[in-house]
């Protein structure tokens, strides 16, 4: 079993910025391919950013060169650094683990409004 907990939404303005942070329990964190998400009303989750354990990443068009995801194995935490917030970055972002089953986290929430 793999708990994941996130951290560092909040309100921001557009062209802001937020770090979003996601702790993983697990002592086989390494392994994970850790994958943000988002969600907002009405709408399906859709993929934000994957980071294998590897280090490969993918993005989203909507994001790429605004979004960085990063993980660091020690820490058992992988991060979403957005810049460049836009108000359609509003939503709840949900972090997953893959390492044959599939966990999320609780979410946490990101509003950008002015």
């Known amino acids: 079993q793999v708990q994941l907990v996130e951290s560092g939404g909040g309100l921001v303005q557009p062209g802001g910025s937020l770090r979003l942070s996601c702790a993983a329990s697990?002592?086989?964190?390494?392994?994970?391919?850790m994958a943000w998400y988002r969600q907002t009303p009405g709408k399906q989750r859709e993929l934000v950013a994957s980071?294998?354990?590897?280090?490969?990443?993918n993005y989203a068009g909507s994001v790429k060169g605004r979004f960085t995801i990063s993980r660091d194995n020690a820490k058992k935490t992988v991060y979403l650094q957005m810049n460049s917030l836009k108000p359609e970055d509003t939503a709840v972002y949900y972090c997953?683990?893959?390492?044959?089953?599939?966990?999320w986290g609780q979410g946490t929430q990101v509003t950008v409004s002015s």
């Open positions: 997953k683990a893959a390492y044959g089953n599939e966990y």
């Open positions: 697990g002592r086989l964190f390494s392994t994970y391919t």
């Open positions: 980071i294998t354990s590897g280090a490969r990443t």
